[in-house]
């Protein structure tokens, strides 16, 4: 029996891993299947670097290890798309930003335990300049393409891997989550997207925007792939400051069905949600309340929390960062970046304090609100995908930062029309997390 490597190329992981091991397809077929689209696709504007021949050589390789008997790993052979933050030895790292910036010399961790396991690296996608936006918008690389709303942005920062994913040019994608990065994209091009907790994937070799809150994100076709790859990526690492080191693993999902408490946001309007998202938001949880059994959810107005104002602390915070970090490869950069970058020259020290301080007692609420629940449930985005080469709304990241500047886990489903659900759990819960998103996708008819 065989599989099309053009239907594979755009089916869920397990079914793809599934065809490798029992022989219907070859990580060759897949691979040059997926690299054909890459060409084929040009005008999405999904790819900043591609590596067809080291492509080609690793699914070979990965071919061999299989008839040997001897698969390195659970994601050997599995073509995978790897957001242009990250490094990847023999490859540069742009950031989206001009000018080449030289070979890199060794590996990501991430990318590391990647390729330990056997994935095969097509190259790198494109991001918004810096990694400094929420619509896909680069310069100097053009803007990304939305594959599945054509006349829709892409969003951002990780626009290229959620294109490219989205396009079947890979089975799985890497990006860069720090406000919302992953997510955003992952709603506006109708995939599943995952921010682990922070510090449980190491950043080290993954270009800075704001190490404080930086994290790899996962982009997939279904919740079940997400909990396929982040074993394999998980794992504390000495080299990255911010790294967790526990004496247990990842909680593990033991919530009792019908006893599960839910937070659901109700000042949505409040937090700048269009009334689209609002009316699409309520009408999901009346279709999801049975997950929930008699345990009635908790109204819950997050307005109090003014994430919009310590999101713009972490702005501040995060321009500082690009400052610091990539100075010297900003000539040429867009009048928008260095724009928002003279701001962070203008301000001092002592503002960078009131910053960190800022984020420091949103981490200490958010940590009181689980308190009164195990799962927040809230949209993904704020407002349908903007149009393609429109303004970039202000407050897209407001929704996805209230997570993010807690360092909690978050999960977005696919909704209709470029929307997303998004559930927070406390930190560690990530596993939790993707067993009730598996629930919910398959009684809300997310559709992916």
Same mark, same amino acid.
Not at 162 to 167: C, H, I, T
């Given at each position: 029996?065989?599989?099309?490597?053009?239907?594979?190329?755009?089916?869920?992981?397990?079914?793809?891993?599934?065809?490798?091991?029992?022989?219907?397809?070859?990580?060759?077929?897949?691979?040059?299947?997926?690299?054909?689209?890459?060409?084929?696709?040009?005008?999405?504007?999904?790819?900043?670097?591609?590596?067809?021949?080291?492509?080609?050589?690793?699914?070979?390789?990965?071919?061999?290890?299989?008839?040997?008997?001897?698969?390195?790993?659970?994601?050997?052979?599995?073509?995978?798309?790897?957001?242009?933050?990250?490094?990847?030895? !023999? #490859?540069?790292?742009? @950031?989206?930003?001009?000018?080449? /910036? &030289? =070979?890199?010399?060794?590996?990501? $961790?991430? *990318?590391?335990?990647?390729?330990?396991?056997?994935?095969v690296f097509l190259g790198k996608t494109n991001l918004d300049e810096a990694a400094f936006g929420t619509v896909g918008r680069n310069p100097h690389f053009g803007d990304v393409r939305n594959p599945r709303l054509p006349d829709r942005a892409a969003g951002g920062a990780s626009g290229g891997s959620a294109a490219a994913l989205a396009a079947g040019h890979a089975?799985?994608?890497?990006?860069?989550?720090?406000?919302?990065?992953?997510?955003?994209?992952?709603?506006?091009?109708?995939?599943?997207?995952?921010?682990?907790?922070?510090?449980?994937?190491?950043?080290? !070799? #993954?270009?800075?925007? @704001?190490?404080?809150?930086?994290? /790899? &994100? =996962?982009?997939?076709?279904?919740? $079940?792939? *997400?909990?396929?790859?982040?074993?394999?990526?998980?794992?504390?690492?000495?080299?990255?400051?911010?790294?967790?080191?526990?004496?247990?693993?990842?909680?593990?999902?033991?919530?009792?069905?019908?006893?599960?408490?839910?937070?659901?946001?109700?000042?949505?309007?409040?937090?700048?949600?269009?009334?689209?998202?609002?009316?699409?938001?309520?009408?999901?949880?009346?279709?999801?309340?049975?997950?929930?059994?008699?345990?009635?959810?908790?109204?819950l107005e997050v307005a109090p929390l003014d994430v919009a104002e310590t999101r713009r602390a972490a702005l501040l915070l995060m321009e500082a960062e690009i400052l610091a970090a990539h100075e010297s490869r900003l000539g040429g950069a867009s009048q928008r970046l260095m724009g928002l970058l003279d701001f962070a020259k203008r301000k001092s020290a002592a503002?960078?304090?009131?910053?960190?301080?800022?984020?420091?007692?949103?981490?200490?609420?958010?940590?009181?609100?689980?308190?009164?629940?195990?799962?927040?449930?809230?949209?993904?985005?704020?407002?349908?995908?903007?149009?393609?080469?429109?303004?970039?709304?202000?407050?897209?990241?407001?929704?996805?930062?209230?997570?993010?500047?807690?360092?909690?886990?978050?999960?977005?489903?696919?909704?209709?029309?470029?929307?997303?659900?998004?559930?927070?759990?406390?930190?560690?819960?990530?596993?939790?997390?993707?067993?009730?998103?598996?629930?919910?996708?398959?009684?809300?008819?997310?559709?992916?």
């Amino acid at each position: 029996m065989t599989a099309s490597p053009d239907d594979l190329r755009q089916a869920p992981l397990y079914r793809v891993l599934h065809a490798l091991a029992r022989g219907e397809t070859t990580s060759e077929a897949l691979t040059g299947a997926c690299l054909a689209a890459i060409a084929r696709d040009g005008h999405l504007n999904a790819w900043t670097w591609v590596d067809s021949a080291g492509a080609i050589a690793a699914a070979r390789a990965s071919d061999d290890r299989r008839a040997e008997g001897k698969p390195l790993g659970r994601l050997d052979g599995v073509p995978i798309a790897i957001t242009d933050a990250f490094d990847i030895a !023999g #490859m540069p790292t742009g @950031l989206g930003l001009p000018g080449h /910036p &030289g =070979l890199a010399a060794e590996d990501a $961790q991430v *990318v590391r335990r990647l390729r330990g396991a056997g994935a095969v690296f097509l190259g790198k996608t494109n991001l918004d300049e810096a990694a400094f936006g929420t619509v896909g918008r680069n310069p100097h690389f053009g803007d990304v393409r939305n594959p599945r709303l054509p006349d829709r942005a892409a969003g951002g920062a990780s626009g290229g891997s959620a294109a490219a994913l989205a396009a079947g040019h890979a089975v799985v994608a890497l990006g860069v989550d720090t406000l919302g990065a992953t997510r955003i994209p992952a709603a506006f091009c109708g995939l599943v997207g995952h921010k682990p907790t922070l510090g449980e994937l190491s950043a080290r !070799g #993954m270009a800075a925007a @704001l190490r404080r809150l930086d994290c /790899p &994100g =996962l982009l997939t076709r279904a919740v $079940q792939d *997400v909990g396929l790859v982040l074993p394999v990526l998980a794992g504390y690492d000495a080299g990255d400051p911010r790294s967790r080191k526990r004496r247990v693993p990842l909680a593990p999902p033991d919530w009792v069905p019908g006893e599960l408490k839910a937070g659901v946001v109700t000042d949505l309007a409040a937090m700048g949600a269009d009334a689209t998202v609002v009316e699409n938001f309520s009408a999901l949880m009346a279709r999801v309340a049975p997950v929930f059994g008699s345990a009635l959810p908790v109204a819950l107005e997050v307005a109090p929390l003014d994430v919009a104002e310590t999101r713009r602390a972490a702005l501040l915070l995060m321009e500082a960062e690009i400052l610091a970090a990539h100075e010297s490869r900003l000539g040429g950069a867009s009048q928008r970046l260095m724009g928002l970058l003279d701001f962070a020259k203008r301000k001092s020290a002592a503002d960078a304090a009131r910053a960190h301080r800022r984020l420091d007692g949103h981490i200490v609420k958010v940590r009181r609100l689980f308190e009164q629940f195990d799962v927040l449930l809230l949209p993904t985005v704020s407002t349908v995908p903007p149009a393609w080469g429109a303004a970039e709304p202000a407050h897209l990241a407001d929704l996805t930062a209230l997570a993010s500047l807690a360092g909690c886990p978050a999960l977005s489903l696919p909704l209709p029309d470029g929307l997303g659900l998004q559930l927070v759990g406390a930190p560690g819960s990530d596993l939790r997390l993707l067993e009730l998103g598996g629930v919910l996708a398959s009684v809300a008819d997310t559709g992916e």
